[in-house]
């Protein structure tokens, strides 16, 4: 299984950027994929999930910001963000998860990981 994430760069606040990422040998009977970010020194947060009934999940700061989507022939998970903020600045990751239970934002939960790609959004 191998996660790939693209689309980060740096943009000034109030403005947008697509993430992609594109999953190869896509893991069985996964029923979670989301997206994580991490700035320096904070924990990894949950930034938004998806599951197999098509139900999203995101974190409040980025409701109404954020949208997270999929295409499934072509096994990638996107990230649509607009109304970038500074506080948006981190390392992003999308992520697979196989168990059902538990919270969506819960990193420990999740199975395979991307490298990550970084945003930063300045003021």
């Known amino acids: 299984v191998h996660l790939a994430e693209s689309g980060g760069g740096s943009v000034q606040a109030g403005g947008s950027l697509r993430l992609s990422c594109a999953v190869s040998?896509?893991?069985?009977?996964?029923?979670?994929m989301g997206w994580f970010r991490q700035a320096p020194g904070k924990m990894r947060e949950g930034v938004a999930a998806?599951?197999?009934?098509?139900?999203?999940y995101y974190l409040d700061s980025v409701k109404g910001r954020f949208t997270i989507s999929q295409d499934n022939a072509k096994n990638t998970l996107y990230l649509q963000m607009n109304g970038l903020r500074p506080e948006d600045t981190a390392m992003y990751y999308c992520a697979t998860r196989k168990l059902r239970i538990g919270s969506w934002s819960d990193f420990n939960l999740y199975n395979y990981w991307g490298q990550g790609t970084q945003v930063t959004v300045s003021s």
């Open positions: 998806i599951n197999s009934d098509g139900y999203t």
């Open positions: 040998g896509f893991p069985h009977s996964t029923y979670y």
